[in-house]
């Protein structure tokens, strides 16, 4: 089993360009367990995580309700904002600037083969990482994703979830929000919940702006340690 974990960093990238891309590495992946199957053989399955930060872009899952954007075509283009209707699960999400968006490609068979376990360990690495800023975030049942302040009024979302998983490989996956522009959120009703606000890091923190590459350190820290996993960048 591979356990090391190819590290990329795109910067700020389009998201269709990002999609393709992980589409490309995916299904490369793919490949290889089918002929790895179909041949008998044990060629190794490599594993990928991209982190990227995205134009303002709205993308809504296979599941989701197109009604949950509030935004008709025009508004989006004043608004400088695309939109996507994607092959992740969950409903609608946005994603912009100031937001640490993470995608790990892996192949859960070098790991484990459960994806509500990969799902849960997805959100422990943000929740561990939040409590490095002494931010409390928690799980919120039946609502996938990050959450601090869950039971009380005060109920706010700091990271969504969304992947895709065929064969043990998966795609797609995390965005936390560290110095995002809330504003956009207002545009949807975020991941189909009625009544739940948003929130960033930098905001529950009262500063004007976090270090995001400390940010991004500290979730490879934590991703590393729950995967039992080692990084390795790689070119791009």
């Excluded at 899952?61 to 949950?68: A, I, L, P, Q, Y």
């Excluded at 700091?158 to 995390?174: E, N």
């Amino acid at each position: 089993m591979n356990k090391t974990i190819q590290l990329q960093d795109l910067g700020h990238k389009d998201y269709k360009e990002t999609w393709d891309y992980q589409e490309k590495i995916f299904q490369e992946v793919l490949d290889i367990k089918i002929r790895n199957r179909r041949e008998e053989r044990q060629d190794e399955t490599p594993n990928y995580f991209l982190f990227v930060e995205h134009p303002h872009v709205y993308t809504l899952g296979k599941s989701g309700d197109f009604s949950n954007l509030l935004l008709s075509e025009k508004q989006l283009e004043a608004k400088g904002a695309t939109f996507y209707k994607i092959n992740r699960g969950g409903d609608i999400t946005y994603h912009g600037p100031g937001q640490i968006v993470g995608y790990p490609i892996l192949d859960l068979e070098n790991f484990f083969t459960d994806i509500h376990k990969y799902l849960r360990l997805l959100e422990e690495a943000i929740i561990l990482t939040l409590a490095e800023y002494n931010i409390i975030g928690t799980r919120s049942e039946g609502e996938t994703g990050v959450w601090l302040g869950v039971g009380t009024p005060f109920a706010r979302k700091i990271c969504a979830l969304g992947v895709r998983a065929s064969r043990w490989v998966t795609m797609h996956g995390f965005a936390l929000n560290v110095n995002a522009d809330l504003g956009y959120f207002d545009n949807i009703i975020p991941c189909g919940i009625k009544g739940k606000a948003v929130t960033s890091l930098n905001v529950e923190l009262g500063v004007e702006k976090v270090n995001e590459e400390e940010v991004k350190e500290k979730i490879l820290k934590h991703f590393s340690n729950l995967f039992e996993s080692t990084f390795e960048k790689s070119k791009i």
